[in-house]
């Protein structure tokens, strides 16, 4: 088992930045992907970005490149998600999940095998 807690998460105004933190813990071994998700209200969950352990590739949703980061630390045992210029359309519950797979891109929430309870993000105008 994994296990995955959010921190973070926050209200800012449209074009601010927020940091989310994601501590991973158990057995990692059996996963090589992790990262983030969301989801809007009435909308589907979709990936943001994620990182594969066992290589370091970085992919992103086209929606987010170039104004989110993702990173870890050297111990691999937290991922960030740094999210500068946020947008109303941000707005979501941002998820940490991690998995185990060969994709070569952000890979669909069903492909993910464990699931942080997640932290909100709200941006406002």
């Known amino acids: 088992q994994v296990q995955l807690a959010e921190s973070g998460g926050g209200s800012v105004l449209a074009g601010g930045s927020l940091n989310i933190s994601c501590v991973a813990s158990?057995?990692?071994?059996?996963?090589?992907?992790i990262g983030w998700f969301r989801q809007a209200p009435g909308k589907e969950r979709e990936g943001v970005a994620v990182?594969?352990?066992?290589?370091?590739?970085?992919y992103y949703a086209d929606s987010v490149k170039g104004r989110f980061t993702l990173s870890e630390d050297t111990a691999k045992t937290t991922v960030y998600l740094q999210m500068n210029n946020l947008e109303p359309e941000d707005t979501a519950t941002y998820y940490c999940?991690?998995?185990?797979?060969?994709?070569?891109?952000?890979?669909?929430?069903?492909?993910?095998?464990?699931w942080g309870k997640g932290t909100l993000v709200t941006i406002s105008i």
């Open positions: 990182i594969y352990t066992d290589g370091g590739a970085i």
């Open positions: 999940a991690a998995g185990f797979g060969a994709w070569t891109r952000v890979p669909p929430p069903t492909a993910m095998d464990y």
């Open positions: 158990g057995y990692t071994d059996s996963t090589n992907c």
